[in-house]
């Protein structure tokens, strides 16, 4: 094994291509689920939890990926493989819960998912248990991208209900050590032998892609400036008879179901654009030596499969020009994407995935159903019943997987709701199907039936909206920043001159990018990338521009910025960067547009809660989530100058016409005071909603007799409410609430922050949630409102106590003279958000929009 030792028994090791890769994109999207391998495994048999997390713990000494964090030394990323880690582990008991089970455990995992990992703390791997009933339970093992991909989730299985099975036993386990590591296999890849190999196979995309056009599918929405991707899953299930005649026809014709799936998807293709040059993606397991089937890690590579389709062509035509490209691109796999993508430089936009945006793979599965049974007569305490995978999202456009089982198969779709309606994602997997059924019977399908209005089954539907998507289109390059998202800089201000740059900055900037690119003539206006830089290289300039200004550069706004003159403006706190301005609602293409909504996303609220709100107002309101990703250092912030550079980016994204904000909990303190900027500035403010959200100075204030009356009128609204819970969930809600009671209180959070300094602990995904709230809460306790004259809307959940001693308005009276109080329906914290409580206060704002 080679690597350098550090202290104790930790040492690091240079980094595979794919890691490299998947650290750079996370530097670029830090926290993306899409970076994530979410697997549910479905056990039967009762699941013993300290066995069981003997079993992980045995998982993670055997395996030095699970041990694995990746760190950026200079500009690159290393290995940082540590002699023992805690496990990441929680239970949860769903059996006594009424009603759906799998439906409550389905959005328990969407949500461990999508839960970010810090790549530079070990293990990038968690686990969660939910039992669903006696004899019945779901394990959610998610891992980032760059220490686990779909095939290690299969060995980790069959590993697992191995080592379990010997344990429940009282029995060592007896699998043989692994023949490798993973590190092993990352110093292998840089060996002469096989670096010459992938430089062989460099060569071979070069030329086969050398005049490639990206292919795309024609969107429904155009590509926005700075637009945050969001993705969502369209799954059709296909019968067993259908999945078996495919199987059968691909043998007969010497291929394989993912040759004849690729044919299919091709014509497809082909049909709805009218192009003949198709190029899309898949992605290859790249463990060809038998020594790393076993093997934890990453190997995933992505190849282009490009064909070139004739109309005079037969489907068993096209299907062997399909096998030849599929097997000529397996044959030159050794080639990393980013090493390709690299060599044929194409427009680096950071909104297009390079080269393709179309993708398709087929699922890894088990060859045969483990279980933990040490013989063929002995009963096995669990098995493994089934291994799904949470759709987390995707680096590509459309990422179309195919999930063959003896049920028949299953198409799944994950797309990026941002330019594609789910109907359009359905009629395609409809489609397919559709072909499919005219392939197995050795035919090609009618194209007009495919391609008519570009959207096959779906034209009938397609074909009224295609001159208002013509038109959007339009209406978007005409006024390309008037919904930016990502950089909150409209694009006639997002391009500082020189002249703005700070000075001090200027030079070291300017040299560190010549020198990085071998450019001495680079001009301060140039971009990176046109002038031959690539995203390794970027981190690299990032590293060197760190130590030479003392400036931290997130990775993903050098990109945004790409020119000397940008970034010295940015760094120079001359141009606004590091904003999430994200869409919930699309504007309307109309001129009957209304006023739209920016909600404040900052600690104590995610985007996604705001959706079902925007919903309920309704597709003519557009609303947007804003967060800043940048901020002042937190002993230099106050929450007036927090409030100012969110109102800066908010005044970039949406330059003209009213303001409405929304703000939950102590994000809503933030809505108030950027409210009062706004209006104190002379712009329109025509609707502030804030969201259970308390003034924060209100018992403070109070006299002493006040505030007894008002904590005591508190604690006996929160106990009517916590009865009313009960009655409806249970008294097993007592226990739920006791748990984030425990976790989130004050003095657990510090415990475990000073345990993760001392390496005791394992990091959590909710700490930096934390973190933040904490700092949020500082500044609203220090925060002095002034009053704002503007209309305030109060809404209330049913979890904030009413009554005579309590200020119906929150403690807003004396600031908000213009104000209004609603209550909602809704359990919880969060139940302001319930689609009953959503319907409520939209109907709510309409009225006070009629005044």
Request: proline share 7%; with cysteine; aromatic share 6%.
């Amino acid at each position: 094994m080679t690597g350098e030792l550090h202290g104790g028994d930790a040492f690091t090791a240079r980094c595979s291509h794919s890691q490299t890769r998947f650290w750079l994109l996370d530097q670029l999207r830090p926290g993306d689920p899409s970076l994530h391998v979410a697997a549910r495994w479905r056990i039967a048999g009762r699941l013993d939890a300290e066995i069981l997390t003997r079993a992980f713990r045995l998982l993670l000494d055997r395996h030095e990926a699970l041990r694995t964090s990746i760190v950026g030394e200079g500009g690159r990323p290393v290995q940082r493989i540590a002699g023992t880690v805690p496990l990441a582990f929680s239970e949860i008991d769903l059996s006594g819960l009424p009603g759906d089970r799998l439906g409550e455990a389905g959005g328990i995992a969407e949500s461990e998912a999508g839960k970010p990992f810090d790549l530079a703390r070990a293990p990038l791997v968690r686990v969660t248990l939910l039992r669903l009933g006696r004899g019945d339970s779901l394990l959610l093992v998610t891992a980032h991208h760059s220490v686990c991909d779909g095939w290690s989730m299969v060995v980790l299985a069959r590993e697992f209900v191995a080592i379990y099975g010997a344990l429940i036993r009282g029995q060592a386990p007896a699998l043989a050590p692994p023949a490798l590591h993973y590190a092993d296999f990352a110093e292998w890849e840089v060996s002469p032998v096989l670096a010459e190999a992938a430089e062989r196979d460099l060569a071979f995309w070069a030329q086969s892609l050398r005049d490639l056009t990206p292919f795309e599918l024609s969107p429904d929405h155009p590509r926005r400036p700075g637009r945050e991707r969001r993705f969502a899953a369209e799954t059709r299930p296909l019968s067993a008879d259908l999945g078996a005649r495919m199987e059968a026809y691909a043998r007969a014709q010497g291929a394989t179901p993912f040759v004849l799936a690729c044919t299919i998807l091709f014509g497809l293709l082909s049909a709805r654009t009218g192009r003949g040059d198709i190029a899309i993606g898949t992605q290859v397991l790249g463990r060809d030596e038998i020594e790393l089937e076993g093997v934890v890690g990453t190997f995933v590579n992505t190849l282009v499969l490009r064909t070139h389709l004739g109309a005079d062509q037969s489907f068993a035509e096209r299907l062997a020009a399909t096998r030849r490209t599929i097997l000529d691109a397996c044959d030159h796999a050794l080639a990393p994407f980013d090493r390709v993508v690299q060599a044929l430089a194409p427009c680096r936009d950071g909104l297009r995935p390079p080269l393709v945006s179309v993708n398709v793979r087929m699922r890894p599965t088990p060859q045969a159903t483990p279980s933990g049974g040490s013989s063929v007569g002995e009963p096995a305490p669990i098995r493994l019943v089934d291994l799904d995978y949470a759709a987390t999202g995707s680096f590509f456009d459309l990422d179309l997987e195919l999930a063959p089982s003896a049920a028949g198969w299953r198409l799944i779709c994950e797309y990026d709701a941002g330019l594609y309606a789910a109907e359009t994602v359905a009629g395609l997997l409809a489609d397919f199907e559709q072909a499919a059924r005219a392939a197995v019977g050795a035919r090609l399908p009618d194209p007009a039936s495919l391609g008519r209005g570009g959207r096959g089954v779906a034209a009938e539907r397609e074909e009224p909206r295609q001159g208002a998507r013509r038109q959007e289109a339009e209406e978007a390059e005409q006024a390309a920043g008037r919904t930016t998202t990502d950089a909150a800089p409209a694009p006639e201000t997002a391009r500082p001159s020189v002249g703005e740059a700070s000075d001090d900055l200027l030079p070291a900037i300017r040299t560190i990018w010549r020198e990085m690119l071998g450019r001495p003539d680079l001009s301060d206006e140039e971009d990176f990338f046109a002038a031959g830089g690539h995203s390794l290289l970027a981190a690299r300039v990032v590293a060197r521009i760190e130590a030479a200004t003392g400036r931290t550069v997130p990775l993903w706004s050098f990109f945004e910025a790409s020119t000397v003159a940008r970034l010295c403006a940015f760094l120079g706190g001359e141009a606004a960067a590091g904003v999430r301005h994200r869409l919930l609602q699309e504007p309307p293409p109309t001129a009957q547009a209304r006023p739209g909504f920016t909600a404040i996303h900052h600690a104590a609220a995610d985007q996604e809660l705001y959706r079902p709100l925007s919903e309920a107002l309704g597709a003519d309101h557009p609303f947007a989530t804003l967060q800043l990703e940048s901020r002042v250092p937190p002993h230099e912030e106050t929450l007036e100058r927090l409030a100012g550079a969110y109102r800066d980016a908010i005044d970039a994204a949406q330059p003209q016409g009213p303001i409405r904000l929304v703000g939950f909990c102590r994000s809503g303190v933030l809505a108030f005071e950027i409210a009062r900027q706004f209006a104190q500035g002379g712009r329109d403010v025509a609707l502030v909603v804030l969201i259970d959200c308390w003034e924060p100075g209100y018992i403070r204030r109070l006299k002493p007799p006040a505030r007894m009356r008002a904590m005591a009128a508190y604690r006996r609204g929160r106990l009517a409410a916590l009865i009313r819970h009960v009655r409806r969930d249970g008294i097993g809600y007592l226990g739920s609430r006791a748990h984030l009671w425990f976790r989130s209180h004050r003095s657990w959070r510090g415990l475990r922050r000073m345990l993760n300094r001392m390496g005791l602990a394992a990091p959590s995904p909710e700490d930096a949630f934390w973190q933040l709230t904490d700092e949020l809460d500082a500044l609203a306790l220090a925060y002095e409102p002034r009053p704002h004259r503007g209309p305030v809307l109060i809404v209330r959940s049913e979890s904030v106590p009413v009554g005579p001693a309590l200020d119906p308005l929150l403690g807003w009276r004396a600031y908000a003279e213009n104000s209004e109080s609603v209550s909602v329906p809704g359990f919880g914290h969060e139940g302001a958000f319930s689609a009953a409580g959503c319907r409520v206060i939209a109907a709510k704002i309409s009225l006070m929009a009629c005044r």
